[in-house]
């Protein structure tokens, strides 16, 4: 292997484009879409790494490079080895936001740059070696099948993704429109995994949706952003008009569950709503210099903006609702986001793979860095107790007297429900017999007082429908009587 060609392996220095800078995770299950640079944005550009690797001795590398090649007992291809070598130096980085893309990876990043993508629709992560859901899209499969941000992904199909990098695994979660994935899945505060079977759709890349409320004789305009895409700044622009011409005493924006996206996009955003005298957003290279970024706003909207922040909410989330509360003051309400606060830039490799790598820290106005720490709500409110209830699990039937976790969180949605099943420990009594019974013949099931396969589809059906149910959303409910007071 050449020694020069070595050296631009190990530093990628001479083939970085000049690009653009992108923040968030943003490969989704079933599909990803890149933050395709704007040429007319300028913005945190603040030149590429050396290029000389300095004193390293690259000879240990060749050494094992051509040990394998030549005497592996095996034949290897060398592009696995060089592959394993970019793979493997990025590891060591302990860094789940740089990787490594081959040329299928990409080409799978440009597919789903289209306005809409096929798959399940929920975006994944790494953290500590383990794939996890960041969020899921709202309306998506992933949703409707019940995934949680955090949920920690174990097997797809029956086979464990363990020791897969975060490309390896979403492949195989990946698939067509009207095809089934089986997900094995952790959670915290069970002991045993979930199965969570998602039939995978169309996923439209409409990303803000609006509507005009009233509350106490108030207008209150919402605007719900699902992700950062190409086009997020352009529908928000459009859909805010249309709201300050109906008139609004105040605008609610909702970034719950959004896992991110485009920086570009979430900067032309607060360059709208975010005044000249702080910044929206530093940006912090290795060597530790900060440089801030300012919008040209000289006055800020004439009424009180309030944004809607969770678990689910990352990256480009978190840069909007850190900007607006720490630049101009405006409340977040709801709890603390999810905490990624890198910046990652991808640099082509000459062959259509390219490698993503972490390139910055993001601070907000105030120079906080909320990396692995989220942001928190200024107005803390949780969801009621059954919007954490989780799917199903029926091999048989749950009966009187059985003692597990499937019991309890089937007491749980009983109790969301409105039917009262006596205790939420996991022990199936005559008082959560008569719930199931009375929601049975509720739902025209037979009264058994069994939980089977039916009664459980239906208690899960009947849950999601509650959780539809705006008046059940303290969070959106709580945000709307605090702007109404504004």
């Known amino acids: 292997m050449n020694r020069k060609w070595l050296a631009l392996l190990m530093t990628g220095s001479l083939l970085m484009g000049a690009g653009g800078t992108y923040v968030g995770m943003t490969w989704l299950h079933g599909g990803v879409f890149i933050e395709r640079p704007n040429k007319n944005e300028a913005h945190i550009d603040e030149g590429a790494p050396p290029s000389a690797i300095g004193n390293v001795d690259l000879g240990k590398v060749e050494q094992a490079y051509s040990l394998i090649f030549n005497s592996y007992v095996e034949k290897v291809e060398e592009s696995q080895l ?4 970019i793979q493997g130096m990025l590891a060591t980085l302990s860094d789940p936001y740089s990787v490594y893309m081959n040329k299928e990876t990409v080409r799978q990043f440009n597919e789903t740059l289209e306005s809409s993508f096929e798959g399940i629709g929920a975006e994944v992560g790494m953290d500590d070696g383990k794939i996890i859901i960041i969020s899921p899209f709202k309306e998506s499969p992933a949703e409707k099948a019940g ?3 955090r949920d920690q992904i174990l097997k797809v199909d029956g086979k464990s993704i363990k020791g897969m990098d975060l490309f390896q695994a979403t492949s195989k979660i990946r698939g067509k429109k009207g095809t089934k994935v089986k997900l094995e899945i952790a959670r915290s505060g069970l002991k045993e995994p979930l199965i969570v079977n998602v039939k995978r759709d169309e996923i439209p890349q409409i990303t803000v949706n609006s509507d005009l409320k009233m509350q106490n004789g108030k207008s209150i305009g919402y605007l719900e952003i699902t992700s950062f895409s190409e086009d997020t700044a352009k529908e928000f622009k459009e859909n805010l008009n249309s709201l300050e011409e109906k008139g609004i005493d105040s605008l609610l924006i909702d970034v719950r569950g959004n896992p991110g996206g485009l920086l570009v996009s979430v900067e032309k955003i607060l360059k709208e709503l975010v005044t000249e005298k702080k910044p929206y957003i530093q940006i912090e290279n290795r060597q530790g210099k900060k440089k801030p970024y300012f919008s040209n706003l000289k006055e800020r909207k004439d009424y009180p903006i309030a944004v809607l922040i969770d678990k689910g909410s990352a990256s480009a989330s978190e840069i909007l609702a850190g900007a607006l509360h720490e630049a101009e003051g405006y409340a977040l309400i709801g709890e603390k986001t999810f905490g990624k606060g890198t910046v990652q830039q991808p640099f082509p490799m000459g062959d259509g793979s390219n490698i993503k790598l972490t390139f910055y820290k993001w601070l907000t106005p105030d120079g906080n860095w909320i990396h692995n720490e989220g942001i928190k709500p200024t107005l803390e409110v949780k969801q009621p107790k059954f919007f ?10 749950l ?4 003692n597990n976790e499937q019991v309890r969180n089937a007491q749980e949605i009983l109790a969301g429900l409105g039917f ?14 008569n719930a199931v019974r009375a929601f049975q013949q ?34 959106l409910q709580l945000a709307l009587r605090y702007l109404a007071r504004q």
């Open 420 to 433: 009262s099943p006596g205790r939420s420990d996991g022990y199936f009594s005559e008082s959560t017999e």
């Open 147 to 149: 995934l949680k941000s």
């Open 388 to 397: 954490q209830t989780h799917p199903l699990q029926i091999e048989e039937a």
């Open 82 to 85: 060089v592959e394993g070598a």
């Open 399 to 402: 009966v009187k007297d059985m």
């Open 442 to 475: 509720g739902h025209k099931l037979n009264p058994t007082g069994k939980i089977d396969r039916e009664t459980a589809s239906a208690l899960e059906q009947a849950v999601v429908a509650e959780m539809k149910k705006e008046e059940n959303d303290m969070q």
